[in-house]
């Protein structure tokens, strides 16, 4: 029964009852519903007459032919004419869609012969106990039936829907929709708990259990993943090709907000990739350091002012100069191999590494900031800039 603050009453009938209930202000953006049960044939003439009045565009029907039995209020076939009281009802078109029918009907006024056309969306995927199995099919409904609604002449005018009774799915339905308009429109996704309390407070068992409830968190959290998707935000989500992970399943969608939204839609892989590439990679570095190969100063040969080069896997040279001319002291001890890295060079990450958002932290990674110079550095003889040993022959020394 629906509550006396917002029902729809009949305003040229006798009796101007009928079991339907407006759905107003959800969100901002929803458009206004009205829910009613699945006409039967006693009612047939007071149904079409509300949609009259109401001058309904878009009509739901969220039964399948099997639930529908016998009461089917509307023609099934192009040619046929249903009368129901004042207004003669016929079908213009008829289209089979996934997950559900589109039908073109008309209704004329049998007196002054004006006529309208409702588009009748019925889905027929929704079973006769419990939910869907997954959303996917019922957002994809929902979305075409926004774009319906869009198209009407007046957006304020109500779209109409009923299931068997006009609760439990009817409720879930208008939830969603106006929770998916909400999305649509740029304002985010709303606390359904409290739109939920909304919707409950304009007819009575609107939502009925709390599997139904919770399906509308799954069908709001999945369309969010995909809308999210679609704007290029996140990387990894649902599509409406997918279904949800049932109760029982382990899967679920597994996502990475630092990859998401620093290294934008191509995420580490690829970044590493293309370091890989131009050869930046701690893998190349160490391999290019293994393949040099080690030079020992003191064994190059030099004659006349030619360095031989001898094929070993050791390079070795020689110096033999004329006894006039200064000796050249060897400093192997000063010169580093290529083989040889700086202790620091070993602490610091490579580049991949740093990439990466799991291996990212606060703490130094270097010594580098821990080292203090003291006296002993400037004492001590080491370093290139020392002066080995002194020659009177040569005037630099």
């Known amino acids: ?59 739901i029907c969220l039964l399948s032919d099997t639930e529908l039995k016998s009461h089917v209020y509307f023609p099934k076939e192009r040619g046929q004419v249903l009368t129901c009281g004042a207004y003669e009802i016929s079908l213009h078109n008829h289209k089979e869609k996934n997950g559900f029918v589109e039908r073109m009907i008309n209704i004329t006024h049998i007196k002054n012969r004006t006529s309208r056309v409702v588009v009748h969306l019925q889905f027929t995927q929704w079973p006769s106990s419990g939910v869907p199995q997954s959303p996917a099919p019922l957002l994809q409904f929902i979305s075409d039936v926004i774009s319906y609604q869009k198209q009407q002449r007046n957006l304020l005018r109500p779209v109409v829907v009923h299931c068997s009774a006009g609760i439990g799915r009817s409720g879930c339905f208008c939830l969603i929709t106006a929770l998916v308009t909400e999305m649509n429109s740029g304002h985010g996704p709303r606390d359904v708990a409290q739109i939920a309390g909304t919707v409950s407070q304009q007819r009575k068992f609107l939502i009925q259990e709390k599997e139904q409830l919770k399906f509308c968190y799954d069908a709001v959290l999945y369309y969010a993943q995909d809308l999210l998707m679609r704007r290029g935000i996140l990387t990894t989500r649902a599509s409406f090709d997918d279904k949800l992970p049932g109760s029982g399943s382990t899967n679920s969608h597994v996502r990475h907000p630092s990859e998401d939204f620093i290294l934008g839609s191509g995420g580490l892989a690829k970044l590493q990739s293309g370091i890989a590439k131009m050869g930046l990679s701690s893998e190349n570095e160490k391999d290019i350091s293994k393949s040099e190969p ?31 001319e200064p000796t050249i002291i060897s400093t192997d001890a000063e010169t580093p191999t290529a083989d040889k890295k700086d202790p620091i060079d070993k602490n610091l990450p490579s580049i991949t590494s740093l990439l990466d958002p799991s291996n990212f932290t606060l703490d130094s990674t270097s010594s580098l900031a821990k080292r203090k110079i003291t006296k002993e550095n400037f004492a001590s003889s080491k370093g290139s800039l020392s002066t080995s040993s002194s020659d009177s022959a040569d005037p630099l020394s």
């Open 1 to 59: 029964m629906p509550y006396d603050s917002n029902r729809v009453k009949l305003i040229s009938a006798k009796d101007d009852y009928i079991n339907a209930s407006y759905l107003k202000d959800m969100c901002p953006s929803s458009p206004v519903f009205v829910i009613t049960q699945s006409p039967l044939p006693a009612t047939f003439s007071d149904f079409w007459l509300m949609v009259w009045e109401q001058q309904v565009e878009t009509l």
């Open 294 to 324: 080690s030079v020992n100063k003191s064994s190059l040969p030099v004659s006349n002012g030619n360095i031989s080069v001898e094929n070993s896997t050791e390079i070795s040279t020689t110096v033999t100069k004329p006894s006039s």
